[in-house]
């Protein structure tokens, strides 16, 4: 990002590590620019280092140094956390990324420059952030939404859909699928965030909506000819071309409107394979690419028809409905 410019020397420094050597993605270095440049506009005007007619957004941070960051309290990280919620009214998952933001930068200028004697936010909480059921398809609907894929890229489209309701792959990593990344025995390698690599085994239905699509991939004229989804353009697709589509057939199928997207297709093959595949949760995990195990469980949510069957299956189900009224 061009904008890395206005960073002062010890912002760049930790985004170039966090990039290079902790393997970070471009989105999640994104955003930890972002939350620290946040911290310090916050920082130096909760210093009076700006004049008041300087809006918050245009306050520059080419000045910060360690001599500043080294003023920083835990007072200031919970200040923080209240200047975020009154006065840009972050919601607590967006204030919870900012903890973690500036968690890494301290750490980082405590363990691995030594610039602190010790990390002054180490203490600092992270927002409670309520637990919601992931939203997903029903079975029916993931078939009505296969149905409705038709058009002149119809071999492509359904690949794709057909990708996300079976793998449960997020939208950057369907992206960067390229043609050789599938053996011949149906093996997918992904390259999910932090560049870790998993691999992932193709169902059938997934290889023939490979082996379709390939008749039909355009081998002329490419800009990236090892990407596997090849737009109009003959560029590689790009995720938000990848949302367009997928909100199109949402649409098609009557299922706008309704919260759906492209990660809620993820959400669905994760919920699918828990369901009805009585997939392992550990193994759950390692084909989501998650990292903690905590994180998959939102997965193991009960449908309305397993709960049914759980009490149905209580041995006092039918107490009190027979003859003899027991």
Not at 199 to 211: F, G, Q, T, W
Request: some cysteine; hydrophobic content about 35%; charged content about 25%.
């Amino acid at each position: 990002m061009n904008c890395y410019q206005e960073s002062p020397p010890i912002l760049r420094d930790f985004l170039a590590y966090m990039s290079n050597i902790e393997g970070k993605s471009q989105k999640t270095v994104n955003e930890y620019f972002c939350d620290l440049r946040t911290f310090f506009r916050f920082l130096k005007l909760s210093r009076s280092m700006t004049t008041k007619e300087t809006e918050f957004n245009d306050i520059p941070i080419d000045d910060v140094d360690i001599n500043l960051i080294k003023t920083v309290t835990l007072n200031d990280g919970y200040n923080f956390m209240l200047f975020l919620q009154q006065d840009r009214d972050n919601k607590p998952v967006t204030r919870r990324r900012k903890v973690s933001s500036l968690s890494s930068f301290f750490k980082y200028l405590t363990k691995k420059k030594m610039l602190l004697e010790s990390n002054p936010i180490d203490a600092l909480e992270s927002p409670k952030v309520g637990k919601r059921l992931p939203k997903y398809l029903e079975l029916d609907q993931c078939y009505t939404l296969l149905n409705s894929v038709d058009g002149p890229f119809k071999e492509r489209d359904y690949c794709i859909l057909v990708l996300f309701l079976n793998c449960g792959m997020r939208l950057s990593e369907l992206c960067a699928i390229n043609y050789n990344s599938i053996t011949p025995e149906g093996k997918l390698r992904i390259i999910g965030k932090g560049n870790k690599e998993r691999i992932v085994y193709l169902n059938d239905a997934c290889i023939n909506a490979v082996k379709k699509y390939m008749a039909v991939r355009p081998n002329e004229g490419l800009h990236d000819k090892h990407a596997l989804f090849i737009s109009r353009n003959m560029n590689r697709m790009s995720p938000s071309a990848v949302q367009r589509l997928v909100q199109k057939y949402l649409a098609k199928s009557g299922l706008d409107g309704q919260g759906f997207s492209v990660h809620k297709l993820r959400h669905t093959a994760a919920t699918l394979m828990y369901q009805y595949g009585g997939v392992d949760i550990r193994i759950l995990k390692e084909i989501l690419g998650h990292e903690n195990l905590g994180t998959t469980e939102i997965y193991t949510h009960l449908s309305d028809s397993q709960m049914e069957k759980a009490l149905k299956s209580n041995p006092l189900a039918n107490i009190g409905t027979n003859s003899n009224g027991k």
